[in-house]
C-alpha cells in the first residue's frame, strides 16, 4: 500500500487549501480513508474520516470548514478545507488500514500565517 498526499502549502488566515492524497497496491474503494493531521509538538489527530459507501465524520474543531471526498476511480482522496485558522497548521497525512495494519502518506505541510 501506498499514500501520496500532496497540496499542502502557505494560505493566508480565512484561505482555502485542496489537499489529495493518490493511492496504489490496494483495492481502494472499498477502504475507509482517513485525514490525519500533527501540529508541532502536538499528536497526531484525525481530522476526517470517509468509508467505503461515502459516509463522513469530521473533528468538532473542522465541521462545517472542511469536507473530506473521495474518487473511487481515480483512487484519490481529497480534503477541502475552507476558513483555514492558524490553529490549522499541521502536517497532514493520509491514512488507511488494512487487515489491522495503519498505512500513512509521507505527509503535507499546511501554513496558515497572515
Known amino acids: 500500500v501506498q499514500l501520496q498526499a500532496s497540496g499542502g502549502g502557505l494560505v493566508q488566515p480565512g484561505g482555502s487549501l485542496r489537499l489529495s492524497c493518490a493511492a496504489s497496491?490496494?483495492?481502494?474503494?472499498?477502504?475507509?480513508m482517513s485525514w490525519y493531521r500533527q501540529a508541532a509538538g502536538k499528536q497526531r489527530e484525525l481530522v476526517a474520516v470517509?468509508?467505503?459507501?461515502?459516509?463522513?465524520d469530521y473533528a468538532d474543531s473542522v465541521k462545517g470548514r472542511f469536507t473530506i471526498s473521495r474518487d473511487n476511480v481515480k483512487r484519490m482522496l481529497y480534503l477541502q478545507m475552507n476558513g483555514l485558522k492558524p490553529e490549522d497548521a499541521a502536517a497532514y497525512f493520509c491514512?488507511?488500514?488494512?487487515?489491522?495494519?495503519?498505512?500513512w502518506g509521507q505527509g503535507t505541510l499546511v501554513t496558515v500565517s497572515s
Open positions: 491514512n488507511t488500514q488494512l487487515r489491522g495494519v495503519n498505512f
Open positions: 497496491g490496494m483495492n481502494f474503494r472499498l477502504n475507509t
Open positions: 470517509i468509508t467505503s459507501g461515502g459516509s463522513t
